[in-house]
Nanobody
Framework: QVQLVESGGGLVQAGGSLRLSCVAS????????MGWYRQAPGKQREFLAR???????NYADSVKGRFTISRDNAKNTVYLQMNSLKPEDTAVYYCHGREASYPYSEYWGQGTQVTVTS
């Protein structure tokens, strides 16, 4: 089992920045892909960014150029640096992890709220 715990959400004005963190624990050696999603009220969960071991990061078009995903393997932590935030970025942000081999289990954090005011 893998546990993911996000932190770093909060209230920020439009144009501001936040950095989210996701600390992984448990059988993390099975995880090769870590990413971030968000869900706004009344909307489906939306992919934002992912980072696969040994690969290049992938981003959704809606955040490309504004958000940056990174990881610190020594701290078992994945980050999402969010710049130039907009009110439409307001959502609950979730950390996601997926195992590299069968059964390719997926794990989610509990979410952290990000609110961007205009």
């Amino acid at each position: 089992q893998v546990q993911l715990v996000e932190s770093g959400g909060g209230l920020v004005q439009a144009g501001g920045s936040l950095r989210l963190s996701c600390v992984a624990s448990g059988t993390i050696f099975r995880i090769n892909t870590m990413g971030w999603y968000r869900q706004a009220p009344g909307k489906q969960r939306e992919f934002l960014a992912r980072l696969t071991s040994g690969g290049s990061p992938n981003y959704a078009d809606s955040v490309k150029g504004r958000f940056t995903i990174s990881r610190d393997n020594a701290k078992n932590t994945v980050y999402l640096q969010m710049n130039s935030l907009k009110p439409e970025d307001t959502a609950v942000y979730y950390c996601h992890g997926r195992e590299a081999s069968y059964p390719y289990s997926e794990y989610w954090g509990q979410g952290t709220q990000v609110t961007v005011t205009s």
